[in-house]
């Protein structure tokens, strides 16, 4: 009930502001303001050339170095507690994560560019 309503308010003050901005907004368009431009500059060039990203790999490693690393912490705090099954736990988890650190090399994704 109460994600419905919250749901329901957010929703209703979305579509109020929307149409506020549609009554209350300018309406005549300045050609000095439809230009482009570039920190305030006027371009200089049509268009931004392409360039190569490697989001997906970027991504990857992310998770690979920062988000499996927090996955360390809990694991610490009860390894007293478990002992053995613990440490084979923690080989197989590194096994995981070297096996993701060999293919990022194999990728190339170390070499600065």
Known sequence: MTLAL?????GLLGIVMVSMNALLGPKK???AKEQ???????????????FAVKYPLVVFLFVLFDIEIAFLFPWA???REMKGPAL???LAYFVVL?????????????RWE
């Open 88 to 90: 084979l736990l923690l």
């Open 36 to 50: 482009p431009f570039e920190c305030g500059s006027p371009p200089l060039q049509k268009g931004i050339p392409g």
């Open 77 to 79: 705090l009860i390894f």
């Open 6 to 10: 919250v749901f329901l308010v957010f």
């Open 29 to 31: 368009t300045n050609p």
């Open 98 to 110: 070297g096996a993701g650190f060999a293919y990022a090399w194999k990728k190339g994704a170390f």
